[in-house]
């Protein structure tokens, strides 16, 4: 387990839902990869991730999935791609990402709490 952090150090971290428009191969990245674009709705717009879920997920089925991610992290470059958002997930037995989901459609750019 983490250190404890305070309500204040949780809110700072802006996770929020987004639907994913485009799903492309990032034949670049050291470990099999997708670039995503998700929509975060109109206060957030769409922004871009690089994500490593090809062992769970094929392109096809992320396109329209909505997805949690932490938005007010500064872009990171990963290689070719400036990855603008944080896209969640947890680990299965092997270590394979699982992504994050609300278990019911909810409007993009919602914020968790």
Not at 54 to 77: C, I, K, W
Request: no cysteine; glycine share 8%; charged share 25%.
């Amino acid at each position: 387990m983490s250190d404890v952090i305070s309500f204040d150090d949780f809110l700072a971290v802006d996770v929020r839902v987004g639907t994913i428009i485009a799903a492309d191969d990032f034949p670049e990245a050291r470990k099999p990869a997708y670039k995503l674009q998700i929509d975060f709705g109109d206060e957030i717009g769409v922004k871009k991730s690089s994500a490593q879920i090809t062992h769970h997920y094929s392109r096809d089925e992320l396109v329209g999935r909505q997805v949690m991610a932490v938005v007010n992290f500064p872009p990171r470059q990963i290689g070719p791609v400036m990855s603008e958002v944080l896209t969640l997930g947890v680990p299965d037995e092997a270590g394979e990402v699982v992504l994050l989901s609300p278990s019911k459609g909810v409007p993009n750019g919602g914020r968790l709490y």
